[in-house]
């Protein structure tokens, strides 16, 4: 049974910092991209940023520099350190493992069931 389960949300000021995480289980871990998305009420859901099997990043221009995700593969988590949080990052969190087909795997999506994170006074 695949299980992704986020962790580390709640409610913080403008400008504080939050670190959320995602401990995998059931896939093989390092054979995934791992990644963030977000949806605040009333928009759809957006990625936040990505993190390759190999380690490479990317973000979306909203999050660069304030943001930063980081996977350890020995423990099958990845982290979002989230740092000068604004108002508008309030959302659902999610956790998402993906993996393109290739000759040794099969094509698979996975998701958590989110965490909330508000950012407000």
């Known amino acids: 049974q695949v299980q992704l389960v986020e962790s580390g949300g709640g409610l913080v000021q403008p400008g504080g910092s939050l670190r959320l995480s995602c401990a995998a289980s059931?896939?093989?871990?390092?054979?995934?991209?791992m990644a963030w998305y977000r949806q605040a009420p009333g928009k759809e859901r957006e990625l936040v940023a990505t993190?390759?099997?190999?380690?490479?990043?990317n973000y979306a221009d909203s999050v660069k520099g304030r943001f930063t995700i980081s996977r350890d593969n020995t423990r099958e988590t990845v982290a979002l350190q989230m740092n000068s949080l604004k108002a508008e990052d309030t959302a659902v969190y999610y956790c998402?493992?993906?993996?393109?087909?290739?000759?040794?795997?099969?094509?698979?999506?996975?998701w958590g069931q989110g965490t909330q994170v508000t950012v407000s006074l």
């Open positions: 998402n493992a993906n993996r393109s087909r290739s000759y040794y795997y099969t094509a698979n999506v996975f």
């Open positions: 059931g896939i093989i871990f390092n054979s995934y991209t």
């Open positions: 993190i390759t099997n190999s380690g490479t990043a």
